[in-house]
């Protein structure tokens, strides 16, 4: 099982009632934690940091989770994960194509795509992995058109071995959809957030193997 924990500093500072000047430093340790815990990318999402806030943050990031295996991606901003020895890029739909990328990209230089059905799915045959959504309701795309568990089959489908992980309220309990799917993985946002009265640290390591332990047994099964 692939395993992608996706930052949003914003929903996770909330969830912990810290303020918003503890929020970087609150995600570091979520960050270290999940990389501990076997975490496979940790892909940093926070677009309203500007350029240099956004290097710095990603810099700090590789560091702390250079002893572990985990590689840190950061989300659409290529020049931001060059610049910050990032281990890849995550890119949206929209943006360009893996193939222009490598083309600047140094050897090894990891590349996932967002894809929201089969539509494009060709043109990204170059990326190591690809991510699905919205498959579920979640809390950060409220009003979209999600693929539920038909739509994530046929992406998968269409990726004929590529991997495709499920995004989009994707938790515990869906594991068992996720893995009758044939998917490879999820990423999260909500999923490595704690409930009220949980501490980071001790979250993430219970979610990362509660998910892998699920995701086995659901596979066990199919």
């Known amino acids: 099982m692939i395993l992608c924990l996706v930052t949003d500093r914003r929903r996770l500072g909330a969830a912990m009632s810290a303020p918003e000047a503890d ?3 609150v995600l570091r340790q979520q960050v270290v934690a999940a990389a501990l815990a076997g975490v496979d990318l940790i892909q940093v999402r926070e677009p309203d940091l500007e350029a240099g806030e956004l290097t710095d943050l990603v810099r700090s990031m590789v560091r702390l989770t250079a002893a572990t295996s985990a590689k840190v991606l950061v989300n659409d901003r290529i020049d931001v994960a060059l610049a910050a020895k990032a281990s890849g890029v995550h890119l949206k739909q929209q943006s360009i194509l893996p193939a222009e990328v490598r083309r600047i990209a140094p ?5 996932g795509c967002s894809v929201h059905g089969i539509d494009g799915i060709g043109a990204r045959k170059s990326a190591d992995f690809l ?18 568990e038909d739509g994530l089959s046929r992406v998968v489908e269409a ?7 499920g995004i ?18 999820l990423a999260a946002i909500g999923a490595f957030i704690p409930e009220a009265g949980e501490d980071v ?15 086995d047994s659901a596979r066990r099964r199919t």
């Open 23 to 25: 929020w970087i430093d």
């Open 107 to 111: 050897p090894g230089f990891v590349i």
């Open 131 to 148: 991510i699905a959504g919205t498959v579920m309701p979640t809390a950060s795309k409220p009003a979209v058109d999600y693929l539920n």
């Open 159 to 165: 990726a004929a071995g590529q991997p495709v992980l």
């Open 168 to 185: 989009g309220g994707l938790d515990l309990r869906s594991i068992p959809l996720l893995a009758s799917t044939r998917a490879a993985g």
């Open 201 to 215: 640290i001790g979250n993430v390591q219970k979610r990362v193997s509660a998910l892998r332990f699920a995701f």
